[in-house]
């Protein structure tokens, strides 16, 4: 269980959570809180008992060994960190984990017990699912909630998902029964290059948080390796004129569902997303 006796106060924070496995297709949604972690600074605040949460024969503990060759033992966990970001007025929790082997009822309620004690106003979870989309286009990112205040303020839509769910699921679901504002992000990842990383996703939710959160987030050299993806995916693709017809199909399938979009609201976020930034670089 986490202890909260030394728990930091924080400003009106907002908890942003991802977790391995399920949920993350491509690793771009623990990647995603990977890069927030790195471009905030983000410091470790606790961590969830791993003995409690995961089978080690599905999960194993990793050995590594550093540059001087001391070698150490990691456990699979989830993880808490906290971002103090300069200028902005929210402070950001960040989760990081591999969904739990078992007791997700009690997982839950620990990151909820969490989050009611830091006082979290809203909660963000990341997902990533394999989809019919073509690399070359614009990664779309789905956002749903059961906040109707929330949908209406930042354009989002209804949660309609019925089906299997994974811990992400879980955890939005328990949000809405115990009256916490909550956000879940959905990126599409190109069902024909499944394997991670997918660094063109992790961008797109990065974005996508941006826009959630309104705050710039520093991108790194994430623009430089989703290009870099995407150039490695057309040459697998021009190397077999299967895979080079039916990502022509998807993309001509893309481009007719997209061109009411392209005309209006991506530009408007992409400029609103210019000015952020250019606000912080002053």
Same mark, same amino acid.
């Given at each position: ?73 990691? &456990?699979? =966990?989830?993880?808490? /960190? @906290? $971002?103090?970001? !300069? ?6 929790? %960040? *989760?990081?984990? #591999? ?86 992000? &959905?990126? =599409?990842?190109?069902? /024909? @290059? $499944?394997?991670? !990383? ?6 797109? %939710? *990065?974005?996508? #948080? ?73």
């Amino acid at each position: 269980m986490i202890e909260l006796d030394d728990f930091p106060v924080l400003v009106d924070p907002v908890m942003v959570a991802a977790f391995e496995g399920w949920n993350d297709a491509g690793d771009s949604a623990s990647g995603t809180v990977a890069h927030l972690r790195e471009v905030w600074d983000a410091q470790p605040l606790a961590d969830l008992d791993s003995e409690e949460y995961y089978d080690y024969q599905v999960n194993r503990p990793h050995i590594s060994m550093d540059e001087t060759g001391v070698r150490s033992l990691t &456990w699979p =966990a989830t993880r808490i /960190y @906290v $971002a103090r970001i !300069p200028l902005y007025p929210r402070d950001i929790v %960040l *989760v990081q984990g #591999i969904e739990p082997n078992m007791k997700w009822q009690q997982f839950t309620r620990e990151i909820l017990g969490l989050a009611a004690e830091l006082d979290v106003s809203t909660v963000v979870t990341l997902g990533a699912l394999l989809s019919d989309i073509p690399h070359t286009r614009p990664v779309p990112v789905t956002g749903t909630t059961s906040d109707a205040a929330l949908a209406a303020d930042l354009g989002l839509e209804p949660a309609t998902y019925e089906g299997p769910t994974g811990i992400v699921g879980v955890l939005q679901d328990a949000c809405t029964r115990f009256g916490i504002s909550s956000i879940s992000l &959905w990126a =599409a990842v190109p069902h /024909y @290059v $499944a394997q991670p !990383p997918c660094p063109k996703a992790t961008l797109a %939710l *990065v974005r996508r #948080i941006e826009d959630i959160l309104d705050i710039p987030v520093p991108l790194g050299d994430l623009v430089e390796e989703a290009r870099a993806w995407e150039i490695g995916v057309d040459e697998l693709a021009a190397e077999d004129d299967e895979v080079a017809e039916y990502v022509k199909q998807l993309e001509e399938a893309r481009d007719a569902a997209d061109l009411p979009e392209a005309s209006g609201e991506a530009i408007a976020r992409e400029f609103e997303r210019y000015l952020r930034r250019r606000g912080t670089d002053r």
